[in-house]
């Protein structure tokens, strides 16, 4: 995580290891803090909400709690998720306006948690990646030279950024 005196959006470069939930999206592996992840949960049935964004798959009923569902491959762009059986939702938290809010993450699978060293994480790269560069915290070093992208959910799941998006695809149509 980065240190709160280094500049916005700089990359934490001290030597103590942090620990990352990993999961797959395709080919691609990714990663985010597990300390912003509550909990894992298999896919099941979910109640779709008229009038979202194709990102937004429908909300979950966690314990009493609405909670929304997005679809990580339609949020960066792509087409929707194909469900399969190892499919499961990452219940983390998101912050609107100051307060906690619970979000789920659909995605092909959960792999395992990773330390991964502050120095072992480069900056985003500035091309070649299939995700939106904000939406990238850096490229943490892994086993044989791979890397993993690590998400930075406070821009790729920035609350009100997805409420503007859900407000535009609820404009209606001139006849």
Do not use: H, W
Request: glycine content about 8%.
């Amino acid at each position: 995580m980065s240190s709160p005196l280094a500049p916005k959006g700089a990359v934490s470069l001290d030597a103590g290891a942090s620990q990352y939930l990993t999961f797959s999206l395709g080919e691609e592996i990714f990663a985010m803090d597990i300390s912003t992840v509550r909990e894992i949960i298999q896919y099941g049935p979910l109640t779709t909400v008229p009038l979202m964004p194709e990102f937004v798959r429908g909300v979950i009923n966690l314990r009493g709690a609405v909670v929304p569902v997005i679809d990580l491959q339609a949020r960066f762009g792509r087409a929707q998720a194909v469900v399969g059986k190892k499919t499961c939702i990452v219940v983390f938290d998101a912050v609107r306006a100051g307060e906690r809010v619970e979000l789920g993450l659909l995605v092909d699978a959960v792999s395992e948690v990773i330390d991964i060293p502050g120095n072992q994480i480069e900056p985003p790269p500035n091309f070649g990646t299939s995700v939106r560069r904000d939406f990238i915290k850096g490229m943490g070093k892994v086993a044989q030279g791979r890397f993993v992208i690590i998400l930075e959910p406070d821009k790729a799941f920035d609350m009100n950024e997805m409420a503007a998006l859900c407000a535009q695809s609820q404009v209606p149509v001139a006849a």
